[in-house]
């Protein structure tokens, strides 16, 4: 049994995405100037490890692994595959929170906190949103950038923007509470040291009525078996040591942390996903995926 969410995964406008210049010259910016792209790319660089949510152990992990998150057949060809269910999903419940909302989602600002190397940002910015996404690490920012560099050659006359920060969520926040008309949070909460301090900084980011949209993986003995050994191990489908069990949050947690956060949490769903096919697809059980959307008082 799954949600009634409808493909829009696969009807998504092509075009070039900016990405406001807000600080000194980086990768970003050369990547652009030697693109075809007709736009200008940059981002804002942080020192940013000190702050509550950060583990500098994930940092350099997932720094090590930057130069592998545009390719759809290595480490992360899972979270690639997950945007034909996580899209839809977000999509459709941004339009379903927001009566005025059509089928796209133009003029929707929203914010993928911990967005990597923009596996999820790209695809929803085609859609139309008005995208930010940040991420702390430096390394996973610059992949960031590199992929909409090479992912948009074509120019049609309406497309989303695109924005990369190198930022924690809390330093985020600092100025740009409620700033935003959704807030994504996918694949992350169960890298952050301080779980607390990091749900309450993606609600400070949204503004009173937004979504927001978490997925990540249950504590379970199911996650233990599955989603470490069986997935980094034997399938190979996330990169070997990417995960700590001891990080892993059951659904019941993160909706008690959301709700004395100021949030209703309106749904939470079992995701599988099959190795064999590459594929997702959502099952009624939450011992392993799940995901979880709750929409801010």
Not at 76 to 82: E, G, P, R
Not at 116 to 138: K, T, V
Not at 251 to 256: A, G, M
Request: proline share 3%.
């Amino acid at each position: 049994m799954s949600p009634a969410f409808s493909d829009y995964g696969y009807r998504m406008r092509l075009g070039i995405l900016r990405c406001a210049r807000t600080g000194r010259a980086t990768l970003c910016e050369r990547v652009a100037s030697s693109s075809s792209a007709s736009t200008a790319f940059g981002t804002r660089l942080f020192t940013n490890s000190s702050f509550d949510s950060v583990d500098a152990e994930e940092l350099r992990r997932f720094g090590r692994l930057s130069s592998q998150w545009a390719n759809e057949e290595d480490s992360f060809k899972a979270l690639h595959s997950f945007n034909q269910i996580r899209v839809p999903w977000i999509v459709d419940s941004i339009v379903k929170v927001d009566s005025h909302q059509q089928e796209q989602l133009a003029g929707i600002r929203v914010v993928d906190v911990g967005c990597g190397g923009g596996l999820l940002s790209i695809p929803l910015a085609r859609l139309g949103a008005s995208l930010c996404g940040i991420d702390a690490s430096e390394e996973a920012i610059r992949a960031a950038c590199i992929a909409v560099s090479s992912a948009f050659h074509a120019s049609p006359p309406k497309c989303g923007e695109i924005h990369f920060e190198c930022s924690t969520a809390e330093k985020f926040a600092e100025t740009n509470a409620s700033g935003f008309d959704a807030v994504v949070a996918s694949e992350i909460v169960e890298h952050v040291a301080d779980i607390d301090t990091f749900v309450k900084a993606c609600v400070r980011l949204a503004r009173s009525g937004a979504p927001l949209f978490f997925t990540t993986i249950n504590k379970t003995l199911a996650s233990r078996v599955f989603a470490i050994w069986m997935a980094e191990e034997v399938f190979g489908a996330v990169p070997s040591g990417v995960h700590d069990w001891s990080k892993f949050i059951e659904p019941e947690v993160l909706r008690d942390k959301l709700e004395s956060n100021g949030c209703d949490v309106r749904l939470v769903h079992g995701i599988a996903y099959n190795p064999f096919a590459n594929k997702w697809s959502w099952i009624n059980c939450t011992a392993i995926n799940y995901a979880l959307m709750a929409v801010k008082r």
